[in-house]
């Protein structure tokens, strides 16, 4: 079993919709989730950094933990055109190196 | 310059050549990374160094050869490498190694093709 498990896609939404993208993971240890957006041609991006369950919001984006089900999502209010790109979850404990990584979902906003 | 740099941002070598990709990290870190990226696949971690010292070598073969000369630089030395090393080639920084709560900030990456 993967450490944690991400739905490729492609996703292509109209301009202005709401979009949720998601991940799972497989150990309870996992406290740190990340997501990172990444442009064609360019290397990720830290876009969203949550600790532990709850929600976290930074203008239009939304990150979402939800650790008894070892679910992790980021919601993009108003999507733009600017917004496609590939998403990538991340996870890591408290003590380990190693960060999991999610394939990445690709992201097309039509306007 | 700001963040982490990566050097060419593309090459094209043979399977004989010798060429070496760079990363400078300006974030003030103590721990970079490298990492290989493939279509349809999760980042593939290969090296990590902590303080310049090497920590973890994801049994990479050998005609990957990495090089820390301080917390600042990093360098991927390669060698007889073969079509299916295609890939980006990404560099990462973080300020600690083994800290949950310190997350990595990548270069843009170097687009390797081998012919």
């Known amino acids: 079993q993967k450490e944690v498990e991400q739905d490729p896609g492609p996703l292509s939404v109209p301009e202005g919709a709401i979009v949720s993208l998601n991940c799972t993971y497989s150990n309870s240890a996992f406290q740190y989730f990340m997501w990172y957006r990444q442009y064609s041609r360019k290397g990720p991006e830290l876009l969203m950094y949550?600790?532990?369950?709850g929600n976290k919001e930074d203008g239009r984006f939304t990150a979402q933990v939800d650790k008894s089900s070892k679910y992790i999502s980021l919601f993009i209010r108003d999507s733009q055109p600017s917004d496609s790109a590939t998403y990538l979850c991340a996870i890591t404990t408290n003590t380990g190196n190693q960060f999991y990584f999610g394939t990445g979902t690709s992201l097309t906003v039509i306007p | 310059e700001t963040g982490v740099t990566q050097t060419p941002r593309h090459l094209v070598m043979g399977m004989t050549n010798k060429k070496s990709l760079k990363c400078e990290q300006h974030?003030?870190?103590?721990?970079m990374y490298w990492y290989k990226q493939s279509a349809k696949k999760p980042l593939e971690l290969m090296f990590v160094y902590n303080f310049k010292e090497q920590t973890e070598n994801n049994s990479v073969p050998s005609r990957f050869s990495p090089e820390c000369p301080n917390s600042s630089h990093l360098f991927l030395h390669l060698h007889t490498l073969q079509p299916e090393d295609s890939a980006l080639y990404l560099c990462a920084s973080s300020q600690e190694v083994r800290a949950g709560n310190q997350p990595q900030h990548f270069g843009d990456g170097t687009r390797l093709s081998i012919l």
């Open positions: 974030l003030g870190h103590n721990a």
């Open positions: 949550t600790y532990s369950s």
